[in-house]
């Protein structure tokens, strides 16, 4: 959970552009809930939305949307022709993010998908391969999220998963947030197989929370 904003976050952020209304109120609709700790900040968002530009992805899923700011910065990056499927296990955020994803909803470019995630992907199997995988949900089950990915994703497409530091978790930091052993042990475990799987290519970017970038090469 992100406590404290860096200093360098606050110099990039005051070079880039102001964010829109809709990435505004994603951002107080996740400040009244209480979990504005979790939302990206703006430089974590405008990583993603640079990869996601990158690679020209039309096929792009998101695993966790709490209020749609991620999702904002994903679809923004879109082409046109593409779409964009998000999870939400919770109603009350998938109505929230539903409520700053309207547009996009209208013109038939995104969908919310409301239910368990495990679930949920099954649903959208049939449209895989996809260009991009964004996970950010669930850390219990990030290991499961991650070999879904892997096996529906493009050759050259891209697997991205936030937290994967889990405040220090992952290498033992005693003063890490409240992360249970078996989010701990999963997490340690997909870092460990993204790096030593040799059919993809894979980094950790050192943002405040870690995000690991993997690219499917076979």
């Known amino acids: 959970m992100r ?4 200093k360098s976050y606050h110099y990039i952020e005051n070079l880039s552009e ?3 209304q809709n990435q505004l109120n994603a951002r107080v609709n996740s400040e009244k809930l209480g979990l504005e ?3 990206l900040s703006k430089t974590e968002a ?3 939305q640079f990869f996601v530009t990158e690679i020209a992805a039309k096929k792009v899923v998101e695993i966790g949307t709490l209020t749609g700011l991620s999702a904002l910065y994903i679809l923004q990056a879109l082409p046109e022709g593409a779409f964009f499927w998000t999870l939400e296990k919770s109603p009350e955020h998938a109505r929230l993010a539903a409520n700053v994803l309207s547009d996009y909803i209208n013109k038939n470019q995104c969908k919310i998908l409301i239910g368990d995630a495990k679930e949920k992907l099954q ?3 049939s449209e895989a391969p996809f260009d ?3 996970i950010d949900g669930n850390k219990a089950a990030y290991l499961d999220y991650f070999n879904w ?3 529906h994703l493009k050759v050259g497409g891209l697997i991205m998963v936030d937290n994967v530091f889990l405040a220090g978790g992952v290498w033992g930091d005693p003063a890490a947030q409240k992360f249970n052993e078996k989010q701990i042990t999963t997490v340690q475990k997909m870092n460990q197989q993204a790096f030593a799987d040799k059919k993809l290519k894979s980094m950790i970017l050192p943002t405040e929370e870690g995000l690991l970038i993997c690219k499917k090469l076979s």
Do not use: M, R, Y
């Open 37 to 39: 700790g979790i939302s």
């Open 18 to 20: 102001v964010e829109n």
């Open 46 to 48: 405008q990583i993603l």
């Open 132 to 134: 991009v995988v964004f």
């Open 149 to 151: 990915a892997q096996a």
């Open 123 to 125: 649903e959208i199997e």
């Open 3 to 6: 406590k404290t904003t860096p």
